[in-house]
């Protein structure tokens, strides 16, 4: 299957992914809302809830112009693969220290949990996440 035709084929197949899917597939996180979709021998996430799915893209959009300088990137700049990865783990393992939590099991309940304490996305505690993204490892070595 050409690179087309897969595409092509992941956007009938999966209608709705995950916004968090590098750190999913990366196994750094979970998510209770995730499923696994299986496309051509690749592997995919789907998100089974759609306003989980807008709340978690809400979230990367604020995180990403926040951390530009963490991952060393100019404004407009493509975010290659390592650094979707670091922003994407870096950033939810962050949230989940700044409240006091080991780890992520739940993103969905992660973020819930978050608004709860902060209100909205803007008042999050971006600085105190920045550490992480910065540190975090993209492959053990």
């Not at 750094?28 to 789907?46: D, F, N, P, T, W």
Request: proline share 4%; net charge positive.
């Amino acid at each position: 299957m050409d690179e087309r035709e897969f595409k092509s084929a992941y956007r009938n197949v999966n209608e709705r992914p995950c916004t968090f899917m590098k750190a999913l597939l990366r196994r750094c996180v979970g998510c209770s809302r995730s499923q696994k979709v299986l496309i051509a021998e690749r592997e995919a996430m789907a998100c089974q809830s759609p306003g989980g799915q807008q709340r978690c893209a809400e979230l990367l959009a604020e995180m990403k112009p926040r951390a530009l300088f963490a991952l060393r990137i100019e404004e407009g700049q493509p975010l290659a693969h390592g650094k979707a990865i670091k922003l994407q783990c870096g950033g939810l393992l962050g949230l989940a220290e700044s409240m006091g939590e080991q780890g992520v099991d739940d993103v969905h309940a992660l973020i819930d949990r978050a608004q709860e304490r902060y209100g909205a996305f803007e008042a999050f505690p971006y600085s105190a996440m920045m550490p992480a993204i910065t540190h975090f490892k993209v492959r053990n070595r």
